[in-house]
């Protein structure tokens, strides 16, 4: 090999240099490379099978809150219709006894259906304001303190409240 001007020694070393640099490669770079990407691969499959449990929850608490809302619908429906019965007896028995104090009968059953009717609708409105915090609060995965849960109820009941009164007056039922 002398010949064609390769020392054999030499070539030797550096043969064993170069497989010392591939395992010093594999081992202090490619291997760690290799496993830092294995573990993220893993983590972005865990967060995508979370996120896919987080909307199964989602839709289930969503479900829920349906059931829960369609059974508050009826009870209220149900509430007022014993209002309504309740209004409609004291005006038979206001018609029954006198005249003049039909009027005040009247004014007083129709006092009371709106006061069961508020009444029905705070009832509903916190029910719904509570389902929809805990809602949120399993979807966020944070706790309220019960000075800010209560708070944000009141600002929802009052914006439901106060888009509730416009829609009512706008087209709704006579007094």
Known sequence: MSDLGIDVWKLIVQIIAFLLFVVLLWRLALGPI?????????????????AESMQQQLQATA????EVLAQAR?????????????????LVRAREEAGRQSDEYLARAESTLRTETEQARQMLRREIADLAVSAATKIVRKELDPASQTRLIEET?????????T??????APA
């Open 34 to 50: 290799v496993a830092m990407l294995d573990a993220r691969s893993d983590k972005i499959r865990e967060s995508v099978a979370a």
């Open 74 to 90: 009826v009870e209220a429906q149900q509430v007022l219709t014993n209002a309504r019965e309740a209004a409609d007896g004291v």
């Open 157 to 165: 009941l009052a914006e439901a409240g106060a888009g509730r009164a």
């Open 63 to 66: 479900a829920r809150n349906e």
């Open 167 to 172: 829609n009512g007056r706008s087209g709704g």
